[in-house]
């Protein structure tokens, strides 16, 4: 049998793979202590890649990745110079 010919996980034999599928994940590591901006940054520059662009020219948004901010212990960081709540 061939490969395209194999049933896939997509329920159809030789269909495509949906965007969700075919979406890349990224999992961005905030540390504590960190400058804001090398969590934001990247988190926008990954959030936006496919979309921004394709909303200026009035073309369907189709995001390429999806992104996740993650720390060390699933705790709260904190990042010097950005205001704070009051007794964090």
Same mark, same amino acid.
């Given at each position: 049998?061939?490969?395209?010919?194999?049933?896939?996980?997509?329920?159809?034999?030789? *269909?495509?793979?949906?965007?969700?599928?075919?979406?890349?994940?990224?999992?961005?590591?905030?540390?504590?202590?960190?400058?804001?901006?090398?969590?934001?940054?990247?988190?926008?520059?990954?959030?936006?890649?496919?979309?921004?662009?394709? *909303?200026?020219?009035?073309?369907?948004?189709?995001?390429? @990745?999806?992104?996740?901010?993650?720390?060390?212990? *699933?705790?709260?960081?904190?990042?010097?110079?950005?205001? *704070?709540?009051?007794? @964090?």
């Amino acid at each position: 049998m061939k490969r395209d010919e194999k049933d896939n996980d997509r329920g159809q034999i030789g *269909q495509p793979a949906s965007k969700e599928e075919t979406m890349k994940h990224i999992t961005i590591l905030a540390l504590d202590g960190t400058i804001a901006s090398t969590v934001t940054g990247p988190t926008d520059i990954f959030s936006l890649a496919g979309v921004l662009w394709n *909303q200026i020219c009035g073309v369907q948004p189709e995001p390429y @990745f999806k992104v996740f901010i993650a720390s060390v212990q *699933q705790v709260y960081v904190r990042a010097p110079f950005c205001w *704070q709540k009051p007794g @964090f």
